[in-house]
T-cell receptor
């Protein structure tokens, strides 16, 4: 499978716990994005990496959220002290410099905070 | 502040009919307008996209119409099929910063009845 891969697909956690999601972009893509999608809404931009550098963070990305992309390959998104309002689908997308407008999405990680 | 407004929220069309979804944007820096299709439990998939230098783009049964002066664009699905039943999102991005983060509309849930 050469698409964007996200793991896990589903995560149920108790309020206050920390969770970490992983995204493996398409191999030749140097651009990586995280989005959050709540039920019945469109995805909302969270953060952007170009290679290993995190170049943009949305105001939606509170201090409890942190993202990394070591070595410019896979990326992780960590949420600390989860709250019920964090329940959403977390989507990862990737693209290349050569075709920067064509972003390909993974299947997402569905987070439920109970 | 919602920068891309999408309507209708839901749409029911008979098989063989034409589905029309409309979007309006505010940010004049947007220069790329894709449409994404999303099935339940899946990530959004790029369907078709347009740049503001053309007024229409057609790919198979899917057509984007673009009105730059009105800051509006729409998706037309000709000969709609039950397999087209999904949620459709319009989106927009700007090349100003080179980062190409997408701003999405709120989505249209399309149901094509056999």
């Amino acid at each position: 499978d050469t698409g964007v891969s996200q793991d896990p697909r589903h995560k149920i956690t108790k309020r206050g716990q920390n969770v970490t999601f992983r995204c493996d972009p398409i191999s030749e893509h140097n651009r990586l994005y995280w989005y959050r999608q709540t039920l019945g809404q469109g995805p909302e931009f969270l953060t952007y990496f170009q290679n290993e550098a995190q170049l943009e963070k949305s105001r939606l990305l509170s201090d409890r959220f942190s993202a990394e992309r070591p070595k410019g390959s896979f990326s992780t998104l960590e949420i600390q002290r989860t709250e019920q309002g964090d329940s959403a689908m977390y989507l990862c997308a990737s693209s290349s410099d050569r075709r920067d407008t064509e972003a390909f999405f993974g299947q997402g990680t569905r987070l439920t905070v109970v | 502040q919602q920068q891309v407004k999408q309507s209708p929220q839901s749409l029911i069309v008979q098989k063989g009919g034409i589905s029309i979804i409309n979007c309006a944007y505010e940010n004049t820096a947007f220069d790329y307008f894709p449409w994404y299709q999303q099935f339940p439990g899946k990530g959004p998939a790029l369907l078709i996209a347009i740049r503001p230098d053309v007024s229409e783009k057609k790919e198979g049964r899917f057509t984007i119409s673009f009105n730059k002066s009105a800051k509006q664009f729409s998706l037309h699905i000709m000969d709609s099929q039950p397999g087209d039943s999904a949620t459709y999102f319009c989106a927009a991005s700007s090349g100003d910063t080179g980062r190409r983060a997408l701003t999405f509309g709120s989505g249209t849930r399309l149901q094509v009845q056999p």
